[in-house]
């Protein structure tokens, strides 16, 4: 069973700083990508940062400069360094997890998984 947790949410004052994890298991033989959602109260979720298995990545343009994705392809983890943090990135921070190509063992495997959230709230 495939699993995506997030962690690493809290309370920061603005300008500060946070690092979100993002742990996946439950597969060993597929291709991937993890992207970094937010979902404020009333609002829509919002695409925030991608990282594909072979490290490529991309942002939307409301985090490029102050957010940085990277991932630990051994342990199954990818992060979010978020700096600079403002009272509008106040919302609560989801990873969702892209897997495809896997090997024929692993094929029901294939599919999105997202994790249960964790909280980020910045105060002014």
């Known amino acids: 069973q495939v699993r995506v947790v997030e962690s690493g949410g809290g309370s920061v004052q603005a300008g500060g700083s946070l690092r979100l994890s993002c742990a996946a298991s439950?597969?060993?033989?597929?291709?991937?990508?993890m992207t970094w959602f937010r979902q404020a109260p009333g609002k829509e979720r919002e695409f925030l940062s991608r990282?594909?298995?072979?490290?490529?990545?991309s942002y939307a343009d409301s985090v490029k400069g102050r957010f940085i994705i990277s991932q630990d392809n051994a342990k199954k983890m990818v992060y979010l360094q978020m700096n600079s943090l403002k009272p509008d990135d106040t919302a609560m921070y989801y990873c969702?997890?892209?897997?495809?190509?896997?090997?024929?063992?692993?094929?029901?495997?294939?599919?999105?998984?997202w994790g249960q959230g964790t909280q980020v709230t910045v105060s002014s």
């Open positions: 990282i594909s298995g072979d490290g490529g990545t």
């Open positions: 439950g597969y060993m033989y597929c291709s991937h990508t």
């Open positions: 969702n997890k892209d897997l495809y190509l896997c090997a024929h063992s692993e094929r029901p495997l294939a599919g999105n998984y």
